[in-house]
């Protein structure tokens, strides 16, 4: 899944809210402000949703401060004021300036708070009006915020349950090639990474390898492992890897079926591997090296043989050929020499 529960995303409402401007100028504080436009900004907090990849540290100013505005130990407005004053003192002068949202979320369970934290691009305009004197005017206008996932710079979700805040946390930085995040960002929040990108590709192979067996019947020749090959080349030559990019090679090592009802399978399975896998709405480089991995076969006879091997493209070490003398195969092994030969419990069978 993402950081968000199913259930969450369902039902998430937003409490309270609160808007700062960031940048050059001196902060401001502003108080809470009424929530408008909720379905809007429900949907581009659910745009932020992504699967952790940082926890907090042991110290942490930002956790501490928002689980005392969950106690109640601060108010809401108190406690993003202060959290907004510091994220606009760590955001400098030299970063592009923003709107620094932070929300006070819901879902149906009551010892359950969510928080988002939004720095999200605004536009400006400028207006002309007419003045009393009949005199064309113009001023200054902040124009938009607009819906488009890609107007957000930063973002961070935290769960805290019962007062307490969950160690991960769901962040992302269009500053930064994902899943980094800027300097200051992870200073603010005080946090660390806690998954490397080469557990991302380890978990990739496998969220690949669980849709391919479940998606055997739709492969060519039913052959999980050159499907699986297949995908992993693709994904390896991408400069970035997210959902959509492990969609379409998952659909072209499937080979590209036409029609949709298929398609939507390949998509719908590979969905559900990607959130088993803790992989969702993130973007991570590929390591091509555990992408050149090749898939591990295994063969198991009906007379209790059982062969693994690696599954190189164009091996001709491991040959299966059809048996001319009726059913079945002849396996034929080439080796340099043989480095195991022993004989194993029978608990291993």
């Known amino acids: 899944m993402g950081f968000l529960t199913e259930d969450e995303r ?30 809007f900004f429900i949907g581009r907090i659910l745009d932020t949703d992504t699967a952790a990849v940082y926890q907090f540290k042991e110290v942490s100013g ?13 108010t809401f407005e108190a406690g993003a004021q202060d959290l907004s004053r510091e994220f606009s003192r760590q955001h400098g002068t030299t970063t592009r300036d923003g709107a620094f949202f932070i929300f006070d979320l819901r879902a149906d369970e009551a010892n359950v708070r969510i928080y988002s934290l939004i720095k999200y691009d605004y536009r400006e305009a400028i207006e002309q009006s007419e003045g009393e004197d009949g005199q064309q005017r113009l001023r200054r206008i902040i124009h938009a915020f607009i819906d488009d996932k890609k107007a957000i710079q930063k973002a961070a979700l935290i769960r805290v349950v019962n007062g307490r805040a969950e160690a991960m946390v769901a962040a992302r930085d269009r500053t930064k090639s994902a899943p980094e995040i800027a300097d200051y960002f992870a200073t603010f929040l005080d946090v660390e990474r806690t998954r490397s990108d080469d557990e991302l590709n380890r978990e990739l192979v496998e969220a690949l390898r669980k849709t391919f067996l479940e998606c055997k019947d739709l ?17 390896r030559d991408r400069q970035q890897i997210d ?14 079926p036409a029609d949709e009802e298929t398609k939507t399978l390949l998509r719908r399975r590979t969905t559900q591997k990607l959130r088993t896998q803790r992989l969702t709405g993130l973007a991570f480089p590929p390591d091509r090296q555990v992408l050149r991995k090749p898939p591990l076969r295994k063969l198991r006879t009906t007379e209790g043989v059982t062969v693994t091997y690696p599954d190189e493209i164009n091996a001709v070490r491991v040959q299966r050929m059809p048996n001319p003398a009726g059913e079945g195969e002849v396996i034929t092994i080439t080796t340099d020499r043989i480095v195991e030969d022993t004989v194993v419990p029978d608990r291993a069978r």
Request: no cysteine.
């Open 10 to 39: 369902g039902q998430l409402r937003i409490e309270s809210m609160i808007l700062h401007v960031v940048g050059e100028e001196e902060f401001d504080p502003q108080p809470a402000r009424v929530v408008e436009h909720a379905n």
């Open 62 to 74: 930002s956790r501490d401060r928002l689980q005392n505005m969950a106690i109640g130990a601060i």
């Open 219 to 235: 492969l060519p020749n039913n052959d999980v492992a050159s499907a699986l090959q297949q995908a992993k080349g693709m994904l």
């Open 243 to 256: 959902e959509e990019a492990i969609v379409d090679a998952v659909i072209a090592a499937a080979g590209h």
